[in-house]
């Protein structure tokens, strides 16, 4: 305020004097008139001068204004003169011109004027309340000022407004209702006002996307007319673009909530050459840009991969393909489709694989691939274009192993097409390669160095590519005629890309290494570039040369006698200097250029001049930096330790890989084993249930057929049991007889599987002592008790059933014994001989049915023991397993340490691991004898049975 009164007080005195004391009594007027009329007019003469004299209306009248917001909120005629005044003060759009001599007078710029007025504003957080109740008023006259004060108090100082509001009771939500309005004007100024207001706050983003901005978003694009729509939709965008860059959580709302669906009918673009407006054209870069906002490189590979997966579905990369392949497409909306689908596809198998089966609408049909190429390799065409399809084709290849094979197989000789009739991908970058265009041979060799990326078969493969130079020679290798160019001393740029391409080939492939030095030229080229003393221009290409020497030395398996690592290291000593290569290695990474290239996957560079490194070509400069200086310094003893050491290293991984593979498919059966067994328990917990249920049921018959005796006498009861024939007396006893039959089974199987226990017990020594095991895992001892636990367990619910199951024995012998009796009766009454009929046809059919809930279950508990047995095996395996898998992680760890203090420490842990074996041993063998005489008293307990049934006999 201080600064301001200097302002007022530096200002010439004359006429604008008149004007100030004009101000002062308006001001006056609205501080104390009565009347609201008065107040009224006073407040439109502010107005009136507001834009003219800014300055001096917004010292005086500021705060006469604002509080007539907030005492006069009834009349919404003032309070929109009011709105008024304070836009036309704090904002900058000045719509009158000023005079010359006013804009020479004036001491501060315009835009200091309106940061400072909106300073004041805001000091008092209230007002800013103030003003975001007043939007919720309906009146045209008071919520569009409204809207247009806030953006701009939003404009002028984003930060501190925003916290007003993050802060203020449903300060966004108040806001969020713009958008529903039916009257255009607020709705557009509203989504203006939504653009500031969440311009690069998270919170306040988040807010937004929760309270549906996506769909009314969607929608007013929709009702605009999509691409074909004006300047509306490009706001629109332009909020989406605000709401989804770098908020992982509105990009996963956005996926959840099926908005992606909604993009595809935006590149309905059609085939027609015409009406491609400038704001269409704005439009469509903008939902490109949207599009690559959700499959950005930058975000988390999780987020990125469903949102690839989501577009394929929906069919939006269908459609942007679509795009690429059409005619009289603009080349910056060509490009920047490019640029899309190269996202889109990058890193998703999927996506991939239909982009490699897109063809071009050409006769005959080409693959998208192969027309993109001829794009890259071709000198006429835009620069940018250039750049988007190399892209496009690092996005195809990367981390696509089946890719870089089809890419590879177009170079290979049993592939080429010797009609000529068709080009391949392969041929194209050939033709890239050796070009005069140096462009061309950058674009080649990189795209060329991504077939091979992380790829050690196609490195391999790629050595079979002959080439024939000229007529009457013989062909040479593709890596010879790239040495060749090298030597002939072309362009920096051809020969930086050529150096990028050798040094991805020859990387962790120790067949190129030795393909390479088979040449004996290459090493003394190599050895001559780097000891010379060239310019700053030639120092890159002197630290790549070092780059691809260090590989040759580090990735050397020396099978040539004389271009082994210790002669290849001598050379350098003599030839170059230890230090000397160092630092020249060290060029790579301090050149200006490597710093950009290392930050974005997308060769983005303003000219062809700075088109130097590739990104992936940074990853592996920084990997290999490092080793390759250890490596130089390294004495010969210690190279021989690091291989010894690198040997068992591999041999060691390809076990615990191994067993890693193994423990995982275990585990995924053991799981299924799991389920299946807590499925079954479910149905023998419904089988005990029924059983029981049965059990009333055959003992309230019995208790029936009991009275029924008492009543009827001798002779009824013969007669309700004389239906029963002998064939079907003598099946109960067979039956009986099967049930005796499955104990014993039972009681076999179970010491089958105490022998297989002890089986396995006896492999996992044997597979210990060779491993040299420490000792067992905690979660070994975990699993063992558990098993017993389990076992223990079976096992009584075994001899439950078996109990049950003889206790069922007896009660059919004693029925059987029963009806032996009651038939040899012979029956008195013939009346009662029909109803007797019918009971016992109702009892034979009760216990029938009995019977075959019995022989059910049976079978169930049969399947039960067979699938704890399968369980128990896959247990001890997997036991067996993790043993030996902790077995040799221990053995490397101490190996690398110390060995000596590894064999004593083996050697007590080996004696502490047979005592714990031998101790489980004994626990499993007592586990296994109970169960044997609980079953031999279990028949003993039949035998009983059988003669107290022959005793009721003899009474009866």
């Not at 103030?130 to 045209?140: G, M, V």
């Not at 807590?678 to 029981?692: D, F, G, H, M, Y």
């Not at 098993?787 to 075994?798: F, V």
């Not at 586990?927 to 009474?955: A, N, T």
Request: aromatic share 4%.
């Amino acid at each position: 305020m201080n600064f301001l009164r200097g302002v007022m007080g530096g200002q010439s005195a004359g006429p604008q004097h008149t004007e100030a004391e004009t101000i002062q009594k308006l001001c006056d007027r609205v501080a104390s008139s009565t009347l609201l009329d008065d107040r009224r007019n006073a407040v439109r003469a502010l107005k009136s001068l507001s834009k003219k004299y800014r300055l001096e209306v917004g010292i005086q009248a500021m705060e006469h204004l604002i509080h007539v917001l907030q005492t006069d909120r009834s009349d919404s005629e003032i309070i929109a003169y009011a709105l008024d005044t304070l836009y036309n003060i704090i904002s900058n759009d000045e719509e009158e011109e000023v005079d010359d001599v006013e804009e020479e007078n004036s001491t501060r710029p315009s835009e200091d004027l309106g940061s400072q007025f909106t300073e004041i504003f805001i000091k008092q957080p209230e007002n800013v309340t103030l003003l975001l109740s007043l939007l919720e008023e309906f009146d045209f006259h008071v919520r569009w000022p409204g809207v247009r004060l806030l953006t701009s108090l939003l404009k002028q100082l984003g930060p501190p407004v925003q916290q007003i509001v993050l802060v203020s009771p449903m300060g966004v939500s108040r806001l969020m209702d713009l958008l529903a309005d039916s009257r255009e004007i607020i709705r557009n100024d509203g989504v203006l006002l939504l653009q500031a207001l969440t311009r690069s706050n998270g919170a306040i983003q988040k807010i937004v996307a929760f309270e549906n901005a996506f769909e009314r978003l969607l929608d007013i694009i929709t009702e605009e007319g999509n691409s074909d729509g004006g300047i509306v939709v490009e706001d629109c965008l332009i909020l989406l673009q605000n709401l989804l860059k770098n908020n992982n959580s509105n990009q996963n709302f956005f996926k959840e909530g099926s908005y992606i669906q909604r993009m595809k009918p935006w590149f309905e673009v059609g085939d027609e050459n015409s009406g491609w407006s400038a704001q269409k054209v704005t439009n469509l870069h903008l939902m490109l840009q949207l599009v690559r906002v959700l499959v950005s490189p930058t975000n988390p590979p999780g987020a990125t991969s469903s949102c690839q997966k989501a577009m394929f579905q929906c069919g939006l990369l269908q459609q942007l393909c679509t795009i690429l392949m059409a005619t009289g497409i603009p080349a910056d909306i060509l490009t920047e489709t490019i640029n899309t689908v190269s996202e889109v596809i990058r890193g998703c198998q999927v996506n991939q694989d239909y982009f490699a089966s897109v063809n071009a609408p050409s006769n005959p049909p080409r693959p998208a691939i192969v027309v993109l190429l001829m794009s890259m390799v071709n000198e006429r065409q835009p620069f940018v274009l250039r750049c988007a399809v190399l892209y496009c084709f690092q996005c195809f290849l990367y981390r696509n192993q089946k890719g870089q094979g089809e890419i590879v197989a177009t170079l290979l000789p049993s592939t080429i097409d010797a009609t000529g009739n068709s080009v391949s991908a392969g041929q194209l970058l050939c033709g890239g390669l050796f070009s005069t265009d140096s462009l061309s041979n950058w674009c080649a060799a990189v795209a060329l160095a991504h077939a091979l990326q992380g790829n050690a078969t196609q490195k391999e493969q790629l050595l079979r590519v002959q080439l024939a130079t000229s007529i009457g020679n013989p062909p040479v290798s593709l890596l010879q005629q790239c040495t060749n160019i090298l030597s002939q001393g072309s362009k920096i740029q051809t020969r930086v890309g050529l150096l990028m391409l050798l040094c991805t080939w020859l990387s962790s492939c120790p067949i190129a290494v030795t393909h390479f030095l088979h040449n004996s030229a290459n090493v003394p080229f190599l050895t001559g570039q780097i000891a010379e003393n060239l310019g700053e221009e030639e120092q890159l290409v002197q630290g790549l040369c070092a780059l691809l020497l260090g590989i040759s030395i580090y990735f050397n398996d020396n099978s040539l006698e004389n271009y082994m690592k210790e002669k290849l290291k001598q050379l350098i000593e003599k030839r170059i200097g230890k230090e000397n290569f160092i630092e020249k290695l060290g060029f790579i990474s301090k050149h200006e250029l490597y710093s950009r290239a290392s930050q974005k996957p997308q060769p983005n560079f303003p000219s062809p001049e700075y088109m130097i490194f590739d990104h992936e070509f940074t990853k592996l400069v920084k990997e290999l930096e490092g080793v390759i200086t250890k490596a130089i310094y390294k004495s010969s003893e210690e190279d021989k330790k690091e291989e010894e050491v690198k040997k068992t290293l591999e041999q060691h991984d390809n076990i615990v890989t191994h067993y890693k593979n193994m423990i995982r498919e275990q585990d995924l059966q053991l799981e299924e084993l799991k389920q299946q067994v807590s499925t079954l328990r479910c149905q023998n917990e419904q089988l005990q249930t029924a059983v029981t249920q049965h059990k009333d049921q055959y003992n309230l018959l019995k208790v029936q057929l009991g009275k029924d005796n008492h009543h009827q006498g001798s002779h009824s009861d013969g007669a309700q049991v004389n239906g029963m024939q002998p064939e079907e007396i003598s099946r109960l006893r067979e039956e009986v007889e099967e049930l005796k039959h499955l104990q014993g089974c039972l009681q076999s199987q179970l010491a089958e599987k105490d022998s297989v226990i002890e089986h396995l017990k006896s492999s996992q020594v044997s597979a210990l002592n060779e491993q040299t095991s420490a000792a067992a895992s905690p979660r070994d001892s975990e699993q063992v008790i558990e098993l017993k636990q389990e076992l223990s367990t079976l096992k009584s619910q075994l001899n439950s059933q078996s109990l049950e199951i003889t206790r069922l024995q007896a009660e059919n012998h004693e029925l059987l014994q029963r009806a032996e009796v009651l038939a040899k009766s012979v029956p008195v009454q013939g009346e009662s001989e029909n109803v007797v009929a019918a009971k016992t046809t109702d009892v034979e059919g009760r216990l029938s049915a009995l019977l075959q809930e019995t022989k059910e279950l049976k079978n169930e508990i049969k399947a039960l023991s067979e699938e704890k047995t399968a369980i128990k095996k896959q247990l001890d395996s997997s036991n067996s397993t993790i043993a030996i898998l902790q077995t040799e992680k221990d053995k490397l760890d101490v190996e690398v340490t110390d060995s000596k203090k590894e064999q004593d420490d083996l050697l007590v842990l080996l004696a502490d691991q047979d005592q714990k074996i031998l101790s489980l041993k004994s626990k499993l063998k007592d586990l296994g004898h109970p169960v044997e005489e609980e079953d031999e008293s279990g028949d003993q307990e039949d035998d009983d049975d059988e003669m107290d049934d022959g005793d009721k006999d003899q009474d009866i």
